[in-house]
């Protein structure tokens, strides 16, 4: 409105704003695609991790009787490594079904926590569309690498971008893990399980320089899963619920010790 | 097949609720110190104890571990910490 007015007396202007509202639209642009390219950057290190145990997983499905059309069409609709992994075992086991899909829920709870903590990290203006689409690409890693960039507003087009890489790795790795069958040497294969810790480590390393408050819940985190796996009692509960467990009451002892957040 | 989509289900359920429901509930202090903490948390339970037990063999995963975060303390890139992860294991797993 208040635009129209000032053009209206001088017509000039018209053609001025016009122009610069181009040149705002066409930066904005090349920035969607920069920062969709940084998510794929950001991503790398994942797809590198989930190429060999999208292998393995292939490899597993394979020698369990699965066909390459379900288990390809899991990591397709999954998409969730240690679900997938243990539901290839308890199918090969001709565990019931309803037991699998339960038992897929409470690994996969620990998602929620994770979402929870992106929804206040998502730029706030993003539709509910979009976030119900970037949401089926988290996992444990998408959802640490992201949390751990240094700009606290997360855009569409960096998740895509991330979680795009991820996605593709795993479900292309799993196809070739089914046609391969066989291929990388055993020992080669074992020392590439750590690659996707190794991609933690280089995540939570560096972020132990933030302060006390991260080496606290981290510490506390790290001592609860020991119990966790280790007291007798405790180490019955499913892999879920420890690391649920685990997790949600560092990150209570963390806000109840350090109200301000990460930042106090 | 049917497994595989009710898989799906239960697995998209929890990733997607609190994504698009919690947006626009504003949440106590506590609360949002939680949540902040939360990406800390999951790493220190998700590396701990699942790292040594990765390569099947606890002395090449305690050398993956200490060469990863050897390379992340001195600040590289994620990939050279990654790739740097696998090859301190397999190296170690030759000697």
């Known amino acids: ?264 | 097949m049917l497994i595989v989509v009710l898989m799906a289900a239960v697995t998209y359920i929890p990733r997607m609720l609190p994504l698009v429901f919690l947006r626009d509930i504003r949440m106590p202090p506590y609360l949002r110190a939680c949540l902040q903490f939360i990406p800390y948390a999951v790493l220190g339970a998700l590396i701990f104890p699942g790292a040594l037990y990765s390569t099947g063999n606890i002395s090449t995963a305690i050398a993956g571990i200490m060469g990863s975060a050897i390379l992340a303390f001195l600040r590289l890139n994620l990939v050279i910490v990654v790739v740097g992860g696998i090859l301190c294991a397999y190296l170690f797993g030759l000697l």
């Open chain 1, 1 to 264: 409105m208040y635009g129209r007015l000032l053009s209206m007396n001088e017509s000039s202007n018209v053609n001025k704003s016009a122009e610069e509202q181009e040149a705002r639209f066409t930066p904005a642009e090349a920035n969607t695609a920069q920062t969709f390219a940084q998510g794929l950057k950001a991503g790398l290190p994942i797809a590198i991790g989930y190429l060999p145990i999208a292998i393995a997983f292939g490899l597993l499905a394979r020698s369990a009787g699965v066909s390459l059309y379900v288990a390809v069409l899991m990591s397709l609709l999954v998409f969730a490594g240690a679900s997938q992994f243990i539901a290839v075992n308890l199918l090969a086991l001709g565990t019931q079904a309803w037991e699998i899909i339960l038992t897929t829920l409470v690994i996969n709870l620990r998602h929620f926590l994770m979402t929870a903590s992106l929804s206040q990290r998502l730029a706030p203006e993003l539709s509910k569309k979009w976030r119900s689409l970037l949401a089926f690409g988290i996992t444990d890693e998408t959802f640490t690498v992201a949390s751990l960039q240094t700009p606290s507003i997360l855009t569409a087009p960096f998740v895509l971008g991330l979680n795009l890489i991820a996605y593709s790795s795993w479900v292309l790795g799993t196809g070739a893990g089914v046609l391969l069958a066989g291929g990388l040497p055993a020992a080669i294969q074992a020392s590439m399980g750590i690659a996707l810790y190794a991609m933690f480590i280089g995540l939570l390393v560096p972020s132990l320089r933030n302060g006390l408050p991260v080496i606290v819940v981290v510490s506390a985190a790290v001592a609860l899963q020991g119990l966790m796996n280790w007291v007798p009692v405790l180490s019955f509960l499913a892999t879920g619920w420890k690391l649920v467990i685990s997790a949600s009451l560092a990150a209570m002892l963390g806000a109840a010790f350090y109200p301000e957040g990460v930042e106090s």
